[in-house]
């Protein structure tokens, strides 16, 4: 059974930056897509970005995440991180941690309901 561990969150200026961490455990992280979901206060969990089981294909949610956030793996694998730069109050949100098998693909973690695994999440607030 993999389990996803956040950490990394926490409440911070318009600005400034983040680096969010989720460890996979239990499997077999190659064998994992990666990626990152979050969710505002009062809407749908929405899609942020996501990683091959190799690292070398990358998606993001639109052009502005892709703009100020990177997504990218531990070289052990079992690591992805989300740098989060020039934050915004609107970037306020619980960030989920989200795996799925690589055979279903990073690119498809862009739908929510090909999700396999999820993290327990962890919070960005940032302060205007």
């Known amino acids: 059974q993999v389990r996803l561990d956040e950490s990394g969150g926490g409440l911070v200026q318009a600005g400034d930056s983040l680096r969010l961490s989720c460890a996979a455990s239990g499997g077999t992280a190659r064998d994992l897509a990666l990626g990152w979901y979050r969710q505002a206060p009062g809407k749908e969990r929405e899609f942020v970005a996501a990683i091959s089981g190799g690292g070398g294909s990358t998606y993001y949610g639109d052009s502005a995440m892709k703009a100020r956030f990177t997504i990218s793996r531990g070289v052990a694998k079992n690591t992805v991180y989300l740098q989060l730069n020039s934050l915004k109050p609107e970037d306020t949100a619980v960030y989920y941690c989200?795996?799925?098998?690589?055979?279903?693909?990073?690119?498809?973690?862009?739908?929510?309901?090909?999700?396999?695994?999820w993290g327990q999440g962890t919070l960005v607030t940032v302060s205007s």
């Open positions: 989200a795996a799925t098998p690589t055979s279903i693909g990073a690119a498809n973690l862009r739908n929510l309901n090909k999700v396999d695994v």
